[in-house]
């Protein structure tokens, strides 16, 4: 077996990775004492192609030119505009891809270590695909579908989630100590938001005083960490008190017993009756481009300057500008729960900036790509975008008896988990002690 035939049984993907590795090589070749190790694509020159995909069997000599493919790994400061003129791709390119990523609105926030792969037409005169890896477990694809027209196909693989038990003492402030035990800034956060009714980080926190978190952290194929993170329950010990939290399967937090930690969400993010002027369809014939492309959202149609209300507690946490999603702003609410607001007129809140339920955080509008004057609502749970009108929201004050059932479950193996590290702590404390 010939290594062009092998080659030639690899995916896309695969050969993809190959000609990368091939043309990295080639240019490694070309400027051996190159000291800054790495190779920069100017406007006009493509790496050369080392390695051709496919090879034709009238004229072996000379076989087609391949695509070109080029992989970048977004550093800080990095922006989509800056990488497609510094890789020759026109404004209509760029503008066609940001269309398509208009329900997704993933390649408006492009994160340091995130990849983004280039893959240009046979002929090498535009872009053919475009291919954003968010994390190991998520890609999107946008996908040339004609002259004037990109598609977005997300490629998610869901991971396996595997458990992490963290124990401290509180020393110091509970940031201080968790960020010491090993959680991340985010996952911090979120903790304090989950007791926001119940505990104050800055006065109840006394010496002596300790928590325990059970974390599930995501791993896609041989292992490979996503980034993913959610904390399963989590144990405060507050002097004589105890606050305790666990994760239930529609995305909230309760104590023990069932109650709920949080406030209830509201239903929709604006006063008065609603006008559902286009409903969450995950197959929308879409009004301008008539295209069939998902809607990830519902459309409240309403005059421009209707004032907009966070749906539950929450921050901040995106604020942007976008061509078609016109000003937009993302809340993260307690639980696994996410909201979308686009096309407003005004934002009355900064990024990071917490938020209550009910609070005006904007006036709606009808910027970026709009048949008229409406607000785009969007909820996610689990990262996923979900119908807003039909969606389990947190609503009750504590977990429907039908439900009960399985949530004792899970509260008693979580509880398990827990008593067994505390144990094995305290065993290691203790033969710790004896060695002193
Ligand atoms: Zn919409």
């Not at 034709?56 to 989509?80: F, Q």
């Not at 893959?119 to 053919?128: A, F, M």
């Not at 929201?393 to 590290?421: G, Q, S, W």
């Amino acid at each position: 077996m010939s290594l062009l035939t092998v080659f030639q049984q690899l995916s896309t993907t695969q050969r993809a990775v190959v000609l990368v590795c091939a043309i990295a090589v080639a240019v490694a070749m070309a400027w051996p004492n190159d000291e800054e190790a790495v190779p920069v694509a100017a406007t006009e020159s493509r790496p050369s192609t080392a390695v051709h995909s496919r090879a034709d069997a009238a004229s072996p000599v000379v076989p087609p030119p391949t695509p070109a493919t080029l992989s970048h790994e977004v550093v800080p400061g990095d922006t989509l505009g800056g990488l497609f003129t510094q890789h020759g791709l026109g404004l209509a390119t760029l503008h066609h891809v940001l269309e398509a990523d208009q329900e997704l609105l993933a390649l408006d926030i492009l994160r340091p270590g995130n990849q983004l792969h280039f893959e240009w037409t046979e002929d090498r005169s535009r872009l053919d695909t475009l291919s954003l890896v968010i994390h190991p477990g998520r890609t999107i694809h946008y996908r040339r579908l004609s002259d004037d027209a990109f598609e977005a196909v997300e490629d998610n693989h869901p991971g396996h989630w595997h458990e992490r038990v963290l124990i401290s003492p509180i020393e110091g402030s509970f940031y201080a100590s968790a960020s010491q035990a090993g959680l991340n800034d985010a996952d911090i956060v979120k903790a304090e938001r989950i007791f926001r009714e119940r505990v104050n980080f800055r006065r109840d926190i006394r010496v002596g005083d300790r928590f325990e978190i059970v974390l599930s952290e995501e791993r896609v194929r041989k292992a490979e960490p996503t980034g993913q993170t959610r904390i399963e329950a989590i144990r405060l010990r507050l002097g004589k008190r105890m606050e305790s939290a666990f994760l239930h399967d529609d995305g909230s937090y309760y104590d023990a017993r069932g109650e709920s930690l949080g406030r209830a969400f509201l239903r929709q993010p604006m006063q008065g009756p609603p006008r559902v002027s286009s409903h969450f369809n995950p197959r929308r014939l879409h009004p301008v481009t008539k295209r069939i492309a998902p809607h990830n959202g519902v459309d409240f149609a309403m005059p421009v300057g209707t004032p907009i209300l966070s749906i539950a507690d929450g921050v901040i946490t995106r604020i942007g500008n976008h061509p078609y999603a016109g000003k937009y702003l993302e809340v993260e609410h307690p639980g696994q729960f996410k909201t979308r607001y686009l096309h407003l007129s005004r934002i009355s809140v900064r990024q990071g900036q917490n938020v209550r339920r009910g609070q005006q955080i904007a006036l709606s509008g009808n910027t970026g790509r709009s048949t008229g004057p409406h607000l785009h609502f969007e909820l996610h749970v689990n990262n996923r975008p979900v119908d807003p009108l039909k969606a389990d929201i947190p609503r009750a004050k504590r977990i429907p008896a039908r439900e009960m059932v399985a949530f004792d479950n899970k509260v008693r193996t979580l509880l398990d988990t827990l008593e067994h590290a505390e144990l094995r702590l305290a065993q290691r404390n203790a033969t710790h002690g004896n060695e002193i």
